[in-house]
């Protein structure tokens, strides 16, 4: 069972600040020691330590349902 505090690709997070265009909406691209994500308005991939990824993450918008082969 993983913990709410984990982070999975495709889960979509809002930032605490906005992006320069606007939005505040990322989609996680990558997980591990660094996190990637893609602004959801203009497509920008940022990619940072997840140390500063947890300080810069407000809320957890959706999640990816997991399906049993992706387990």
Known sequence: MKRMNDIIPGDVIR???KHPC???EWTVTRTGADIK??????GRVIMMDRETFLKRRKLLVSRKEMTESSV
């Open 22 to 24: 606007g939005c505040d």
């Open 37 to 42: 994500i893609r602004c959801n308005r203009c």
């Open 15 to 17: 930032t605490r600040k």
